[in-house]
């Protein structure tokens, strides 16, 4: 994808739809006589993930942020107290990576922090794009560390928080194109009725929004994780 594009990715499906079909024939009394039939017939649908605005990106930390101390209150453990645990007693990480863990979050809730504060106060723009990018290699980093470890931490209140957010993510950048308009994918005035629809297409059990689902959660959290918009890579990874 270009980078000056305002979409991350682009896919079409093909939506099995059923339309009645007209036929005219002539009896044996020379008069025309016009029947109906069902037919099946396959109409490709466009859809597209759009590139979420800097005012989108602040607004999502905010919604991780609040999901992130939901959960904590809850009493569900954050990673870097999970991962203190397992360094201090020897568990599921070495001490190194334990310590390394730690620093990481450490570091990408820092990042993350500043980058709000400059965002709110319009601050330096070539500022911000270095600590994104920062923060994009911290975060990289941590998905390398988490990926032997993901049964473990798959219930801590920060990937609770992270699942929430590339939902949140999935919900507001979800379009589809209809007579040449962008349109939201998953309806609803407010989001928690957008989170409705979307759980109802996840549950709906047809094949049409199993696959759109599917795409659209893949390529938001490859470009979550990666910031990378490149079609030949999101291309390879939805493969995977």
Do not use: C
Request: proline share 1%; glycine share 4%; net charge negative.
């Amino acid at each position: 994808m270009d980078k000056k594009s305002k979409n991350i990715y682009e896919f079409i499906i093909e939506k099995e739809t059923t339309e009645k079909v007209e036929s005219k024939k002539t009896d044996k009394n020379g008069e025309e006589v016009i029947s109906y039939r069902n037919k099946k017939v396959k109409t490709p649908v466009k859809f597209v993930i759009k590139k979420p605005t800097r005012r989108m990106i602040d607004a999502a930390e905010e919604y991780f942020s609040i999901q992130l101390s939901k959960n904590v209150k809850k009493g569900i453990v954050t990673k870097a107290m999970l991962s203190k645990k397992y360094a201090d007693t020897g568990g599921a990480l070495t001490e190194d990576e334990g310590k390394e863990m730690v620093r990481a979050v450490q570091k990408s809730n820092e990042l993350s922090n500043k980058i709000k504060m400059l965002l709110t106060t319009k601050g330096d723009e070539n500022e911000i794009a270095k600590l994104e990018e920062e923060l994009l290699m911290v975060r990289k980093n941590l998905v390398d560390l988490e990926s032997s470890l993901q049964g473990v931490y798959s219930n801590t209140a920060d990937s609770r928080a992270e699942r929430s957010t590339l939902i949140w993510y999935s919900i507001h950048l979800a379009k589809y194109i209809d007579e040449g308009q962008e349109k939201d994918y998953f309806k609803g005035i407010i989001y928690d009725d957008r989170l409705e629809d979307m759980y109802e297409k996840d549950e709906s059990g047809d094949l049409f929004d199993e696959e759109a689902l599917n795409k659209i959660m893949r390529v938001v959290s490859y470009w979550h994780y990666t910031g990378d918009t490149d079609k030949e890579k999101i291309d390879e990874f939805i493969k995977t």
